[in-house]
């Protein structure tokens, strides 16, 4: 009975512990076969451990070359898509203008729309156009897939601002500009900081989109896609696990610096 009464007080922590580890789970078996010294082409068995692939992560031809551009591509579609998002999020939140349920209600549309969609839609536009498939028709079209998720993140963000604190700045005689930079960006940087982040993630995960107006660029998803048709080499999981662990790191200093200022306040 002690014990039914434990696992009831329990239940959600049992529950979600095993969610995360859940899902996990996969970065687990990328790091463990990171370490795997595979007999044939393909690492899908573990064989003996080895930290070749570490000493050499670009020992594979054209890796770091593809990784290198998802990262360029990824920046950049962060920056436009971050500075139009954050934009387009103060006003839709701010003003009122013809049309701003439309606008709202199409801001949404990318989300829902699958991939494959949208991936043939901007193809059949940029054939059409005449343009010619590479790095910058495929900057294009994350930005605009990436748009609406940063639209979403700061507009949350900027809804829940009080306004009374920019009235009391231009009371206090404060320019526009100024009202702006010392009060209204520092109270909308989370929102804005959440939506580069999960634009920068989209962007340098995304593969249909990619894969359909890249014509001959090759990043890293494709690259990965490719190989493993072929063969899978280790250091594609050396990329992953470096990955991963920089963002825990990334997010383990977020959370030390949000625990610090707390403790400041207080």
């Known amino acids: 009975?002690?014990?039914?009464?434990?696992?009831?007080?329990?239940?959600?922590?049992?529950?979600?512990?095993?969610?995360?580890?859940?899902?996990?789970?996969?970065?687990?078996?990328?790091?463990?076969?990171?370490?795997?010294?595979?007999?044939?082409?393909?690492?899908?068995?573990?064989?003996?451990?080895?930290?070749?692939?570490?000493?050499?992560?670009?020992?594979?031809?054209?890796?770091?070359?593809?990784?290198?551009?998802?990262?360029?591509?990824?920046?950049?579609?962060?920056?436009?898509?971050?500075?139009?998002?954050?934009?387009?999020?103060?006003?839709?939140?701010?003003?009122?203008?013809?049309?701003?349920?439309?606008?709202?209600?199409?801001?949404?549309?990318?989300m829902a729309m699958p991939e494959v969609v949208m991936a043939a839609s901007l193809l059949t536009l940029f054939l059409n156009m005449g343009v010619q498939l590479g790095f910058w028709t495929i900057l294009i079209a994350h930005i605009m897939f990436c748009l609406s998720f940063v639209v979403t993140a700061v507009k949350a963000r900027v809804m829940s601002m009080d306004p009374r604190l920019e009235e009391a700045a231009r009371d206090l005689y404060a320019g526009p500009l100024q009202t702006f930079l010392r009060i209204t960006l520092p109270i909308a940087a989370p929102g804005i900081a959440a939506g580069a982040l999960l634009a920068f993630a989209l962007s340098f995960d995304d593969f249909i989109i990619t894969n359909f107006n890249a014509g001959s660029t090759v990043t890293f998803p494709m690259f990965v896609w490719g190989s493993a048709q072929r063969g899978t080499p280790v250091q594609i999981n050396v990329i992953g696990t470096a990955m991963f662990l920089i963002a825990v790191l990334l997010v383990l200093a977020s959370m030390v610096i949000s625990s610090r200022r707390a403790r400041q306040k207080a």
């Open 1 to 110: 009975m002690a014990f039914v009464n434990w696992l009831k007080r329990h239940l959600v922590v049992i529950v979600g512990l095993f969610t995360l580890g859940y899902l996990l789970l996969p970065n687990v078996v990328v790091t463990v076969f990171s370490f795997n010294n595979p007999k044939g082409r393909f690492n899908y068995e573990w064989q003996e451990f080895s930290t070749d692939a570490w000493t050499d992560p670009c020992g594979v031809a054209d890796l770091c070359g593809s990784l290198s551009l998802s990262l360029q591509i990824a920046l950049w579609a962060t920056l436009g898509a971050t500075l139009l998002g954050a934009m387009i999020a103060f006003a839709l939140v701010r003003y009122r203008f013809r049309a701003r349920g439309a606008v709202n209600s199409l801001i949404f549309l990318p």
